[in-house]
Nanobody, 123 residues
Framework: QVQLVESGGGLVQAGGSLRLSCAAS????????MAWFRQAPGKEREFVAG????????YYEDSVKGRFTISRDNAKNTVYLQMNSLKPEDTAVYYC????????????????WGQGTQVTVSS
């Protein structure tokens, strides 16, 4: 069992930055692929970024490539999402998720979810 708690969301102006954190419980954190998803009002939850359990494989959704960076610190049981050059269309609730599969892109393939953190980007 893995419990995930996100933090770091907030209100930021366009062009600004935020760093999201996701703290995981459990002693086997380093065996889980971790990912960030987001869900904007009226839209489906979408994959944003994922990182394999040893960090060797990283994937990004096309619209965030070059702006967002996912990383993990297995010693701290934490995964991060550094978000730069934020745009109003990045506004959403951001969720952290975990799976024992390799990096996958569909939300139903993830077994554990955090409660989400709101990110709002003003124009």
């Amino acid at each position: 069992q893995v419990q995930l708690v996100e933090s770091g969301g907030g209100l930021v102006q366009a062009g600004g930055s935020l760093r999201l954190s996701c703290a995981a419980s459990g002693r086997t954190f380093n065996r889980y692929t971790m990912a960030w998803f987001r869900q904007a009002p009226g839209k489906e939850r979408e994959f944003v970024a994922g990182i394999s359990w040893i960090g060797g494989r990283i994937y990004y959704e096309d619209s965030v490539k070059g702006r967002f960076t996912i990383s993990r610190d297995n010693a701290k049981n934490t995964v991060y999402l550094q978000m730069n050059s934020l745009k109003p269309e990045d506004t959403a609730v951001y969720y952290c998720a975990a799976t024992q599969r390799d990096v996958v892109f569909q939300n139903y393939e993830y077994d554990y979810w955090g409660q989400g953190t709101q990110v709002t980007v003003s124009s």
